[in-house]
């Protein structure tokens, strides 16, 4: 079956400072991919998505390149900040229209 | 986009009593979910919820416990019944947007069963 491994958290960052969370995947065929945002007590937020090999998604300082080769998914950003102190969920959707989600990266950035 | 509200936000239920949640979208999308997150977890499919049908459920999950309903293309209902405390969680109602494939959540519905 599909699957989604996230790097473990929580991740504690200073402000400015650059940030990766490492994400995996294993599925059947050919993906799309998500990174949500889930701040705290709200829904989660789609950031950034992308539905093919070599596709970068970007929003609000956060990237993300669709690796097929090493099947990685790896979120970015050059400069955290305290207002990105949020949980992370990377997901993939198959063309069934079902998600599936890794366990989430708990952010944390301090001034 | 799509808003999705729910109600109740939060709900402490008795054992054994029963919870219906509502999902109300603001615009149509296509298919319609419901995730359970336990707090500090990811997400679990329960179902998906089809209109006018009965829902596809995931392995682990039937449909008397979480009977669901989806009477039309921007509500849908889910219940926990007969509940225990291991059905407290967060329960999501999740939609696809229909000109896009962007998935929309609701704010979740926080239950704790005493």
């Known amino acids: 079956g599909n699957s989604v491994t996230q790097m473990e958290g929580p991740v504690t960052l200073s402000e400015e400072a650059f940030l990766t969370i490492n994400c995996t995947y294993t599925?059947?065929?050919?993906?799309?991919l998500f990174w949500y945002v889930q701040y705290p007590g709200e829904g989660l937020q789609l950031l950034l998505k992308?539905?093919?090999?070599?596709d970068k998604g970007s929003n609000k300082g956060f990237e993300a390149t669709y690796r097929k080769e090493t099947t990685s998914f790896h979120l970015e950003k050059g400069s955290v900040q305290v207002s990105d102190s949020a949980v992370y969920f990377c997901?993939?959707?198959?063309?069934?229209?079902?998600?599936?989600f890794g366990d989430g990266t708990t952010l944390t950035v301090k001034p | 986009s799509a808003v999705i509200s729910q109600k109740p936000s939060r709900d402490i239920c008795q054992r054994g009593t029963s919870l219906t949640i509502q999902c109300q979208v603001d615009?149509?999308?296509?298919?319609m979910f419901w995730y359970r997150q336990q707090p500090g977890q990811s997400l679990t499919l329960i179902a998906t919820?089809?209109?006018?049908?009965?829902?596809?459920?995931e392995s682990g999950f039937v449909i008397d416990k979480f009977p669901i309903s989806r009477p039309n293309l921007t509500f849908s209902t889910l219940t926990v019944s007969n509940m225990s405390p291991e059905d407290s969680s967060i329960y999501l109602c999740?939609?696809?947007?229909?000109?896009?494939?962007?998935?929309?959540f609701g704010p979740g519905t926080r239950l704790t069963v005493l």
């Open positions: 992308a539905t093919k090999a070599d």
């Open positions: 599925a059947t065929g050919y993906p799309s």
């Open positions: 919820a089809n209109q006018g049908s009965e829902a596809t459920y």
């Open positions: 997901a993939l959707r198959t063309n069934a229209g079902k998600s599936t």
């Open positions: 999740s939609g696809l947007g229909v000109s896009t494939d962007t998935q929309y």
């Open positions: 615009s149509q999308v296509t298919m």
